[in-house]
């Protein structure tokens, strides 16, 4: 799409390539059901209900949620079934969960005996009971627990908690951001998942099986060849994709569903254009967990330029000085991170060949409890 084809909308704008969109979705879909495994796909990149609906549409067994006020939003838009992948302790949030698993499907994630208590007493002072997985620790070196020895210490610890299910065990190597190369990236898939089934093996000796063994990151999953033992996968990014997938060889520049398009309001010198987005358009991320992957905050399409500096509310790009772009002219960026950049917007809007054919509220923008 050149800029004399874009949609004609204000600026900045979120703009979603449906066509793009659904192409994901079917390979992913596809993968999961060579493999049979389940796909539960995690919603904080895309925010929004209609997608959400269209993932289990395509198969999906499910959503993940990374926050409650997520899988609110997803319930109260008719998803049933949902997991949330993060650790819940607060009263006030386990009280809400609580009444979100009287209404849908709810499982929740542990990696400690102390949030396990406060989850327990939760749920049965309300005469309810949830299944639960525990996180484990597969290199990322966030939330979980160590694989082996102390997950089976802490599933004994928790498992005649009244109220509380076991029902799997679950990670993310979200540490694949760090690779260097798509070699490393498979390395770090084949580690996650070598790590999940040996975690199983180690429950198994003390007479539990876990139901679910869930893997998942984007990166990890696009060159994901199955493993024995896992079957469930929680990729999220795929759906969109961005500048990061495509600098660590998980996606194409034409896989790349979510893009940004821009004004032109200032064309100072040949070799700098000022745009009407900032860092409240584009984010700050160059990396993930820290790592700078990216040359500039995004990906200019079908220009010579990179956006090498952001302000809060005007984007700065330096240009190649033959380029040919006016003041009033517009520019497509893909974003660097899709999952961060989605919740800087109200709204996207939806193409199909090139035009506009739908607009979304991005429902669980801010929903950070």
């Not at 990236?185 to 999940?196: A, D, F, G, P, Q």
């Not at 900032?278 to 040359?295: C, I, N, R, W, Y």
């Amino acid at each position: 799409m050149t800029s004399s084809e874009l949609p004609p909308i204000d600026t900045p704008a979120l703009l979603i390539d449906l066509d793009i969109v659904d192409r994901n979705l079917e390979r992913m879909q596809e993968k999961a059901n060579n493999y049979r495994v389940a796909l539960r796909p995690h919603i904080k990149t895309h925010k929004i209900p209609e997608l959400a609906q269209l993932q289990i549409r395509f198969g999906a067994h499910g959503i993940t949620a990374a926050k409650v006020s997520e899988a609110e939003v997803m319930a109260a838009a008719g998803i049933t079934n949902i997991f949330v992948a993060n650790q819940i302790v607060t009263k006030e949030k386990l009280h809400r969960l609580a009444a979100l698993s009287n209404k849908v499907s709810t499982s929740i994630g542990l990696d400690s005996v102390a949030g396990a208590r406060k989850l327990s007493d939760v749920f049965a002072a309300s005469g309810l009971a949830i299944e639960y997985l525990i996180e484990i620790n597969s290199g990322l070196n966030r939330c979980g627990v160590l694989p082996g020895k102390e997950v089976v210490e802490l599933f004994q610890a928790i498992n005649e908690l009244p109220a509380l299910r076991f029902k799997g065990i679950f990670t993310h190597a979200g540490q694949v951001y760090g690779a260097d190369s798509l070699s490393a990236v498979k390395e770090v898939s084949r580690l996650e998942s070598t790590i999940m089934a040996e975690t199983a093996q180690a429950l198994a000796t003390v007479g539990t099986s876990p139901e679910i063994v869930s893997v998942g990151s984007t990166p990890t999953m696009k060159v994901w060849q199955g493993h024995e033992g896992v079957n469930e996968i929680r990729p999220g990014n795929y759906i969109f994709h961005d500048a990061i997938q495509v600098s660590l060889g998980a996606a194409t520049l034409e896989e790349c569903a979510l893009s940004i398009v821009a004004t032109v309001i200032s064309r100072p010198e040949k070799e700098r254009a000022v745009l009407d987005g900032g860092s409240k358009a584009f984010g700050l991320d160059k990396g993930a967990h820290g790592k700078e992957m990216v040359t500039g905050f995004g990906m200019v399409l079908g220009k010579k330029a990179i956006l090498a500096r952001l302000s809060e509310e005007h984007g700065i790009m330096t240009l190649d000085p033959t380029v040919d772009l006016d003041i009033g002219d517009k520019v497509r960026i893909i974003p660097n991170h899709a999952c961060a950049v989605v919740n800087l917007f109200d709204r996207a809007y939806g193409l199909r060949d090139g035009k506009v054919v739908e607009e979304f509220k991005i429902a669980a923008r801010g929903k950070s409890q």
